[in-house]
Every structure is written in structure tokens, then in C-alpha cells.
């Protein structure tokens, strides 16, 4: 194994791998015969379980990454010989009669989650075609289905047992005083709902992408960002030219950022794209020296710089993007929100707009038991929360069992296994447990967004449109909006995107000497995101194949290999991914769920919030419970036009534990 791949692959930007640290992962490759890419794969899952943020390189991590590699191998070899000398039993054994099954039906029964020979009228070789019956839902042995042969580390857990539920782990104005003692249940609901985004557009006819439109969305981003930055710092046309044609003049080049190689962008392989009309849609090197950045593949820039050699463009100066300014409201319309929150104008007794936000998956990967969801709903319930906005996946199409379609429904729900759908697994699943909430409390209002992982949507790209809310089954305070979407909230401005744009900003993000927002990784690519203007700017996405594995499971019992797969990913259609722009104001709070660590920060003057997953693959998860004063006008506001909302500075944003 080449010590030259091994720091190309593991190593920082500009930084070398120490001797004792290539010496160990070596060691790991030689033993588990690893190739250096299998083993970066092998370590980036392991981060990911011990957190991202905390888990870096050394030598104290990589032994301790060895030992991980070795206990899963011991667990794995301790499986199949306890399998493997239970078939062995059963062999000696008097083989059943014909009716009852052939010897090799003994198996059967062998193996986690499959039928015994009792419960087998025939034997099903590997080239029989499924049952209807097992394709949808499995039977109705357990209420929740079952898990045919999980990789070994899955252990099933309680999710009654599970540590500290309802801890705050993070909180954002936590000296704000939220509750009002004395405010009563509101008798209707307190917020009013209005898209700010042109909802029927996302109905689009996807997996039709046409190249001509997709570089032509891409060449006007270029553009138009180059009008930005023209307007907001007052340059003359001749400020601009092309960074790859050589010329001894200092230029002003706008372009997108991306990679010349194949491999994972490093700071060796920054280049800078030019638009068609700008730069012919040439790439040239960047040749940055000591100048500090955050880049990712996507990010739109402008650098001033000259290109004397032709070779690459030694960049002098970054040029800042102007931000779009903050959403404002006028002291008329303040009143008017002011007093639907309390009809009787006593902002004393008052109770805050309570909010509570989530994100999918809502069940682990053991069970579809959907327990914490039916954890947050009743937490709902019983706050009276004014607005509950849930993010998809709801219907998980990367959860083993929905894979497999080896699973049932509840007792309660009227349908047969052989007849019913996945439509009819949401209405049990998720539909019912809304209805209940609004039952409870018809004055919450619930927001659905949905997620490309969703099972249930024929609508697969990003870009994506809302949730069939009538075929679903959904009550009428339920709202099904799009992904990403752009509403008010009363006054206040709320962007919402279920595609995870921070793992893959994280994944590809090559930094020199930036600091950033106080050397915050989190607070600088939710500030990438504000100034790039876009739910999602990366461009092109992650490779599927480096995102987090889904769950594997065995399709046949005797199957002695899981079926191998690969991560959704973010399924752009770039002829649309205008409809993932930000048009006219910052949102004043930002929903972005995401697998890294959950937060809630100010950024930008925008209250941006990860969720996180309200259900881990073997674990419980996190939400976001925010309680918002009324933003009231004061005496010497009231000759003023417009009101910014300062959401920042009166929100509560608590990170909390189901």
C-alpha cells in the first residue's frame, strides 16, 4: 500500500500524515486486506459514530479505530459459527415427510426472522419469485414487523430505556423567559401559512433533464452573481474579463469553483469555471498562496487577479458577495399577527408561538415501531404547540424493512397484508398518529416536508414537490408543502430544505487559514449557504457511493452475503435548481436537518437550526422545541415604514432528546 495514496486520501489540505499514523493504517489494510479507499470508507463510518467534529486523525484514534475493526470481526466469526454448528445439529435429525417440508426446509427456521419449517406449507428456492404477501407487507406475526438478518453490530434497544430523554443539549437565548402561567389553550389556531415560493412549479415532469437547459442554469447563476457583485461594489464593465485568457491586467473573475480531478477536491485541483460569456466556459487553475477560503465544489466566487503566465490565475483579492437583505414587516401588520396571537392585547399574559421541528427518519432501523414519533406528537399535544414542522424521510426507502418489504402493519388498520400498498403503511404510520394530534389539539398546525428518500412520493429529484396530502390520508391541519420551501409564519420568514446540504458541504469542503465565524465549522457553512443565496449549492453532488451505507439485510434466508447498497444521495435535477433559490430576503429562521451535530446558531442575523434525526438507526434522536415572544412595536417605531422581525433576539431555540 503506497504511503503517497494513503496521505493523498487521509490527510488535511497541505499537511502530511505522521510515520506511526501511515504505519498503523497499513497495518489495518494488511490485516483486513483493505485497499486504501475501502479503508478511508471503513474510518469515515467510524467518525460518523463517534462524532465527526471530535474524532480526528492521530495516533490514539487510529489504534482505537483498529480495535473497533477487530471487535466487528470477532462478533461477525461468533455469528456464523454459532449458525454454522446449529445447521450442523440439525442435519442428524429424521428428516420431515413431503407434506410438512423436505429436509432442507430445517434451515429455513435457522435464521433470524424467517418462518420454521411448521409455518411453511413449501419450500421457496432462491429462483422462486416472492409472494405478493412478502413484497408489501410481510405478515402479521409481530405488530411491528421484523428484520430478517441485520449486520451484526445491530442490536435491537428499548425505546422506553433510552438515556436522558427530553435533556436540552443545546440551547439559544436560554435566558429568555417563555412561559406565560397564566395564558389559557388559544380556541383557534394562532398562525397564519403563505408560500412565498411559486408551489406550482415544482410540479415538474422529472428524470427528463435535457444538458442545453441544465448549462444554461448553471451559466446564469455565474452571471447573475456577477451582476451582484458589479452592482453592490459600484465596478465598471472593463473591471471584469476572462481569468483564462493571459493578459498582464488585474481582472475581477466570477465563476463557480469545481475540481479537475477525479478523485476528492484538494487544493491541488481547485479551479475556477467560467461562464460562456464570460470566460468561454473555460476552467483555469487557481493559485491562491496564503489568501485564507472555504471552498466547495459549487460555491460561486469572485477573485481579482491576474493571469500573466496563462497557466493559472494568481488570485490578489477575495471579493465579498452581498447578502440579501433581512425580511421587514410594517408596524400595521405586526398588530395584526400581534393580535391573533392575543385577541385581548394583554402582551403580559401572552403565550409564546411554540414551535416544534423534526426530521426523519422517525423509527430505527430494527423496528417500524414509529415510537418516537409518537413521543414528539404527544409532547405536542400536550404544550398545545401552535406549529409542528416535520421534515421526510417519513416512509423511509433506505430503511432495510421498507426495502425488503418484509414487514406488517398494525392490527388496528383495516386492510389486508396482500392488498395493501405503501400509501397504506403511511396512513398507518404516520397519517393515524396526525390525526390523533388533531384530535388533541386542532388548533396545531403541522407542516410536512418531504425528502427524496421518501417511499411514498413518485416525485424523486430535488427540486421536489409536496406530498399527496388527500391519497395520504392526512387530517386538515395538516399542511403538505415543498422540499425546499419558502413560507411565512405570521411575520416571520421560514426556509426549509429536507436535503442533507451540510454533510456534503462538510464532505468536500478544502479550507486554507480560514477561521471562518470564530473557527465555527457548522456556523461557516450555514454562512456559505446565506451568501450562496441557495438551499443547495453544491454542484455536482456527493458520489452516493461516499455517503453513510444504508442498513443492509439478507434477501433469502440462506443468502450468506447482504445485498449491497448505496445511499440515495441528493438525486438533483439541475434543470430546476433555480427553484432552490433564495429570491428576495434572508428567512429569519433556516431549517437545514442534517446528519452532523444538531445546532441552533445565530448566523448572519439568520437563526439557522439542524434538527438532526429523530430517530438514529439503533437510537433515539433529536428535535428542535423553539417558543417565540411577539415582536411588539415600540412607542418610537411606530412612524417607521418597515420593522425588521429580530428573530434572533427574541426565540428560545432549545436542541432537545426525544
Same mark, same amino acid.
Given at each position: 500500500?503506497?504511503?503517497?495514496?494513503?496521505?493523498?486520501?487521509?490527510?488535511?489540505?497541505? &499537511?502530511?500524515?505522521?510515520?506511526?499514523?501511515?504505519?498503523?493504517?497499513?497495518?489495518?489494510?494488511?490485516?483486513?486486506?483493505?485497499?486504501?479507499?475501502?479503508?478511508?470508507?471503513?474510518?469515515?463510518?467510524?467518525?460518523?459514530?463517534?462524532?465527526?467534529?471530535?474524532?480526528?486523525?492521530?495516533?490514539?484514534? /487510529?489504534?482505537?479505530?483498529?480495535?473497533?475493526?477487530?471487535?466487528?470481526?470477532?462478533?461477525?466469526?461468533?455469528?456464523?459459527?454459532?449458525?454454522?454448528?446449529?445447521?450442523?445439529?440439525?442435519?442428524?435429525?429424521?428428516?420431515?415427510?413431503?407434506?410438512?417440508?423436505?429436509?432442507?426446509?430445517?434451515?429455513?427456521?435457522?435464521?433470524?426472522?424467517?418462518?420454521?419449517?411448521?409455518?411453511?406449507?413449501?419450500?421457496?428456492?432462491?429462483?422462486?419469485?416472492?409472494?405478493?404477501?412478502?413484497?408489501?407487507?410481510?405478515?402479521?406475526?409481530?405488530?411491528?414487523?421484523?428484520?430478517?438478518?441485520?449486520?451484526?453490530?445491530?442490536?435491537?434497544?428499548?425505546?422506553?430505556?433510552?438515556?436522558?430523554?427530553?435533556?436540552?443539549?443545546?440551547?439559544?437565548?436560554?435566558?429568555?423567559?417563555? &412561559?406565560?402561567?397564566?395564558?389559557?389553550?388559544?380556541?383557534?389556531?394562532?398562525?397564519?401559512?403563505?408560500?412565498?415560493?411559486?408551489?406550482?412549479?415544482?410540479?415538474?415532469?422529472?428524470?427528463?433533464?435535457?444538458?442545453?437547459?441544465?448549462?444554461?442554469?448553471?451559466?446564469?447563476?455565474?452571471?447573475?452573481?456577477?451582476?451582484?457583485?458589479?452592482?453592490?461594489?459600484?465596478?465598471?464593465?472593463?473591471?471584469?474579463?476572462?481569468?483564462?485568457?493571459?493578459?498582464?491586467?488585474?481582472?475581477?473573475?466570477?465563476?463557480?469553483?469545481?475540481?479537475?480531478?477525479?478523485?476528492?477536491?484538494?487544493?491541488?485541483?481547485?479551479?475556477?469555471?467560467?461562464?460562456?460569456?464570460?470566460?468561454?466556459?473555460?476552467?483555469?487553475?487557481?493559485?491562491?498562496?496564503?489568501?485564507?477560503?472555504?471552498?466547495?465544489?459549487?460555491?460561486?466566487?469572485?477573485?481579482?487577479?491576474?493571469?500573466?503566465?496563462?497557466?493559472?490565475?494568481?488570485?490578489?483579492?477575495?471579493?465579498?458577495?452581498?447578502?440579501?437583505?433581512?425580511?421587514?414587516?410594517?408596524?400595521?401588520?405586526?398588530?395584526?399577527?400581534?393580535?391573533?396571537?392575543?385577541?385581548?392585547?394583554?402582551?403580559?399574559?401572552?403565550?409564546?408561538?411554540?414551535?416544534?421541528?423534526?426530521?426523519?427518519?422517525?423509527?430505527?432501523?430494527?423496528?417500524?415501531?414509529?415510537?418516537?414519533?409518537?413521543?414528539?406528537?404527544?409532547?405536542?399535544?400536550?404544550?398545545?404547540?401552535?406549529?409542528?414542522?416535520?421534515?421526510?424521510?417519513?416512509?423511509? /426507502?433506505?430503511?432495510?424493512?421498507?426495502?425488503?418489504?418484509?414487514?406488517?402493519?398494525?392490527?388496528?388498520?383495516?386492510?389486508?397484508?396482500?392488498?395493501?400498498?405503501?400509501?397504506?403503511?403511511?396512513?398507518?404510520?404516520?397519517?393515524?398518529?396526525?390525526?390523533?394530534?388533531?384530535?388533541?389539539?386542532?388548533?396545531?398546525?403541522?407542516?410536512?416536508?418531504?425528502?427524496?428518500?421518501?417511499?411514498?412520493?413518485?416525485?424523486?429529484?430535488?427540486?421536489?414537490?409536496?406530498?399527496?396530502?388527500?391519497?395520504?390520508?392526512?387530517?386538515?391541519?395538516?399542511?403538505?408543502?415543498?422540499?425546499?420551501?419558502?413560507?411565512?409564519?405570521?411575520?416571520?420568514?421560514?426556509?426549509?430544505?429536507?436535503?442533507?446540504?451540510?454533510?456534503?458541504?462538510?464532505?468536500?469542503?478544502?479550507?486554507?487559514?480560514?477561521?471562518?465565524?470564530?473557527?465555527?465549522?457548522?456556523?461557516?457553512?450555514?454562512?456559505?449557504?446565506?451568501?450562496?443565496?441557495?438551499?443547495?449549492?453544491?454542484?455536482?453532488?456527493?458520489?452516493?457511493?461516499?455517503?453513510?451505507?444504508?442498513?443492509?439485510?439478507?434477501?433469502?434466508?440462506?443468502?450468506?452475503?447482504?445485498?449491497?447498497? /448505496?445511499?440515495?444521495?441528493?438525486?438533483?435535477?439541475?434543470?430546476?435548481?433555480?427553484?432552490?433559490?433564495?429570491?428576495?430576503?434572508?428567512?429569519?429562521?433556516?431549517?437545514?436537518?442534517?446528519?452532523?451535530?444538531?445546532?441552533?446558531?445565530?448566523?448572519?442575523?439568520?437563526?439557522?437550526?439542524?434538527?438532526?434525526?429523530?430517530?438514529?438507526?439503533?437510537?433515539?434522536?433529536?428535535?428542535?422545541?423553539?417558543?417565540?415572544?411577539?415582536?411588539?412595536?415600540?412607542?418610537?417605531?411606530?412612524?417607521?415604514?418597515?420593522?425588521?422581525? &429580530?428573530?434572533?433576539?427574541?426565540?428560545?431555540?432549545?436542541?432537545?432528546?426525544?
Amino acid at each position: 500500500m503506497s504511503i503517497t495514496e494513503l496521505e493523498k486520501i487521509f490527510a488535511q489540505p497541505n &499537511e502530511g500524515l505522521p510515520e506511526e499514523v501511515t504505519t498503523e493504517l497499513q497495518s489495518i489494510a494488511r490485516l483486513h486486506s483493505l485497499s486504501e479507499q475501502e479503508l478511508f470508507y471503513k474510518w469515515e463510518a467510524y467518525s460518523l459514530k463517534l462524532g465527526s467534529e471530535n474524532t480526528h486523525l492521530n495516533f490514539k484514534t /487510529v489504534r482505537d479505530f483498529k480495535k473497533d475493526l477487530q471487535d466487528a470481526l470477532e462478533r461477525e466469526s461468533r455469528s456464523k459459527t454459532q449458525i454454522h454448528s446449529s445447521s450442523k445439529k440439525a442435519v442428524h435429525n429424521t428428516p420431515r415427510p413431503a407434506a410438512s417440508g423436505d429436509v432442507y426446509g430445517v434451515l429455513d427456521g435457522l435464521v433470524a426472522g424467517t418462518p420454521g419449517p411448521r409455518a411453511t406449507s413449501k419450500r421457496r428456492n432462491e429462483f422462486e419469485t416472492p409472494s405478493a404477501k412478502a413484497i408489501k407487507m410481510g405478515t402479521r406475526s409481530s405488530p411491528h414487523g421484523h428484520l430478517g438478518a441485520l449486520t451484526p453490530d445491530a442490536v435491537q434497544t428499548s425505546f422506553a430505556d433510552r438515556p436522558n430523554p427530553g435533556q436540552i443539549i443545546e440551547s439559544l437565548n436560554s435566558n429568555l423567559v417563555t &412561559e406565560s402561567p397564566d395564558a389559557n389553550a388559544p380556541g383557534e389556531s394562532r398562525v397564519k401559512l403563505k408560500a412565498n415560493t411559486e408551489i406550482a412549479k415544482f410540479n415538474y415532469k422529472n428524470m427528463a433533464m435535457k444538458l442545453s437547459e441544465a448549462s444554461e442554469i448553471l451559466d446564469d447563476r455565474i452571471d447573475e452573481f456577477a451582476a451582484l457583485v458589479q452592482q453592490h461594489h459600484g465596478f465598471p464593465d472593463s473591471a471584469f474579463g476572462n481569468p483564462a485568457a493571459r493578459s498582464t491586467s488585474e481582472i475581477i473573475a466570477v465563476g463557480r469553483i469545481a475540481s479537475d480531478s477525479e478523485g476528492s477536491i484538494n487544493t491541488a485541483s481547485l479551479v475556477l469555471e467560467t461562464s460562456r460569456r464570460m470566460g468561454a466556459g473555460l476552467r483555469v487553475p487557481l493559485n491562491l498562496e496564503n489568501l485564507p477560503y472555504d471552498f466547495f465544489p459549487g460555491k460561486i466566487v469572485a477573485l481579482k487577479g491576474i493571469n500573466a503566465s496563462g497557466d493559472a490565475f494568481k488570485v490578489s483579492e477575495m471579493i465579498t458577495l452581498p447578502l440579501l437583505s433581512l425580511p421587514a414587516s410594517t408596524p400595521a401588520e405586526l398588530e395584526v399577527h400581534n393580535a391573533r396571537l392575543n385577541p385581548s392585547q394583554d402582551f403580559d399574559r401572552t403565550a409564546p408561538l411554540k414551535v416544534i421541528i423534526a426530521s426523519g427518519p422517525y423509527t430505527p432501523d430494527t423496528n417500524l415501531s414509529y415510537s418516537a414519533l409518537h413521543a414528539l406528537l404527544s409532547r405536542a399535544s400536550d404544550s398545545k404547540a401552535d406549529v409542528v414542522v416535520l421534515a421526510g424521510p417519513f416512509i423511509d /426507502v433506505e430503511h432495510p424493512l421498507i426495502a425488503s418489504g418484509d414487514f406488517s402493519l398494525p392490527e388496528s388498520y383495516p386492510v389486508s397484508p396482500d392488498r395493501a400498498n405503501l400509501t397504506d403503511a403511511f396512513k398507518a404510520f404516520i397519517s393515524q398518529p396526525l390525526t390523533q394530534l388533531a384530535n388533541s389539539s386542532p388548533t396545531t398546525t403541522v407542516i410536512l416536508v418531504p425528502s427524496v428518500r421518501d417511499a411514498v412520493l413518485k416525485h424523486v429529484s430535488w427540486p421536489q414537490d409536496r406530498l399527496p396530502k388527500k391519497e395520504l390520508g392526512l387530517p386538515k391541519n395538516a399542511t403538505c408543502v415543498t422540499n425546499p420551501i419558502t413560507l411565512s409564519i405570521n411575520e416571520l420568514v421560514v426556509g426549509i430544505s429536507s436535503e442533507d446540504v451540510f454533510f456534503e458541504m462538510q464532505r468536500q469542503l478544502v479550507s486554507q487559514g480560514s477561521k471562518g465565524v470564530a473557527d465555527d465549522l457548522l456556523a461557516r457553512l450555514t454562512s456559505a449557504v446565506i451568501q450562496q443565496r441557495h438551499f443547495f449549492p453544491v454542484f455536482p453532488p456527493l458520489d452516493p457511493e461516499k455517503l453513510p451505507k444504508p442498513t443492509t439485510y439478507d434477501v433469502k434466508a440462506d443468502s450468506e452475503e447482504p445485498e449491497r447498497r /448505496v445511499a440515495t444521495g441528493a438525486c438533483l435535477d439541475t434543470s430546476y435548481l433555480k427553484l432552490g433559490e433564495w429570491l428576495h430576503v434572508r428567512p429569519d429562521l433556516l431549517i437545514m436537518p442534517s446528519a452532523l451535530t444538531p445546532f441552533a446558531k445565530v448566523v448572519d442575523s439568520v437563526v439557522a437550526v439542524n434538527p438532526g434525526s429523530l430517530s438514529k438507526r439503533k437510537a433515539a434522536g433529536t428535535f428542535i422545541d423553539m417558543k417565540i415572544l411577539p415582536r411588539l412595536v415600540k412607542a418610537d417605531e411606530t412612524d417607521r415604514d418597515v420593522l425588521g422581525h &429580530e428573530l434572533f433576539n427574541r426565540a428560545r431555540v432549545d436542541v432537545v432528546r426525544i
